[in-house]
């Protein structure tokens, strides 16, 4: 007889079972059953036990071969498995095709930003993951390669669930959140960045979003030009320093002037002229809305 097993789509690297059962159907006697030698140990597995079959209705009169399918790659996969018989050989087909799991971002990103807010003051932010596998996909989070840390020992970053199951077809929010105890002293390039890693197993494309935090001191700030140059501070002794220095400053004292460098790096011909874009912002502290002003 010919007969198929199908395991149907199946994660590449998830082992699936199956079990196969062999059955005596004769009234009267006794059918040793052995198996052909079987080549297909890298995607198919089988394992059993070979007794004799008992005639039908008594005791031993069945005898069950546990298969297992593991595709090693995606593609489809068959193989036959072939058992001898003293009447005639009974052929079974196993079918299956391995699948990677697929989970992507909505919408693609390789970067968040999570600025421009009072430190001590947390910003959330969602990000969508999507499963496009036909069958559900477990997720888990990792946070990473952390530039600098908060002065109070608190992580900035965080995100919320860090593991999950995704059923086929669905989506899992994941929420981002930022929170800096303190203004990045020398500007924009030092402020808060660390990775994000979503790792699915056996998915071959990594999920890995590099997340941006940027807090401020006051209310006013201002963004797109070159801050004073940024100098290594391995022991934060001269950043320590300074923040203490501004936060013994009352604001009748506090300096309120912001020295930044505006570099136009496009060539222009003589008459011509060109642009770039400075952003001067107003961060809410502590749910009080005031106004700002500024003077270039």
């Given at each position: ?67 297992d399918f593991s ?194 790096e496009e060539e ?29």
């Open positions: 007889g010919f007969y198929t097993v199908p395991f149907g789509q199946v994660p590449v690297g998830k082992v699936v079972h199956r079990a196969v059962t062999i059955r005596n159907i004769t009234a009267d006697e006794v059918v040793d059953v052995k198996m052909l030698p079987f080549d297909h140990t890298n995607t198919f597995s089988i394992t059993s036990t070979r007794v004799p079959l008992h005639p039908k209705g008594q005791k031993g009169d069945h005898s069950v071969y546990n298969v595709p090693p790659h995606e593609g489809k996969f068959a193989a036959e498995m072939v058992l001898k018989t003293p009447q005639v050989p009974i052929r079974v087909l196993l079918t299956g095709e391995g699948m990677s799991p697929r989970m992507v971002l909505e919408p693609h990103t390789n970067e968040v930003e999570l600025t421009d807010t009072a430190m001590r003051q947390p910003v959330e932010h969602t990000l969508v993951l999507r499963n496009t596998s036909p069958f559900e996909l477990p997720f888990e989070c990792f946070l990473e390669a952390l530039n600098r840390g908060n002065f109070n020992s608190s992580a900035p970053f965080g995100v919320h669930p860090k593991t999950g199951l995704v059923p086929a077809g669905e989506t899992q929010e994941l929420l981002v959140s930022f929170c800096g105890d303190h203004e990045a002293v020398f500007g924009t390039k030092d402020m808060f960045t660390q990775l994000l890693r979503i790792v699915v197993p056996n998915q071959p494309q990594e999920l890995v979003v590099k997340l941006v935090g940027r807090s401020w001191e006051r209310g006013m700030f201002i963004v797109g030009g070159d801050l004073p140059e940024w100098l290594p501070d391995p022991y934060m002794t001269r950043t320590c320093q300074q923040f203490k220095e501004r936060r013994n400053k009352t604001p009748e004292t506090a300096d309120n002037l912001v020295s930044m460098t505006v570099t136009l222009v011909d003589c008459g011509g002229e060109t642009e770039k874009t400075i952003r001067v912002g107003n961060v809410t502290i502590n749910e009080v809305n005031t106004n700002g002003d500024f003077t270039i």
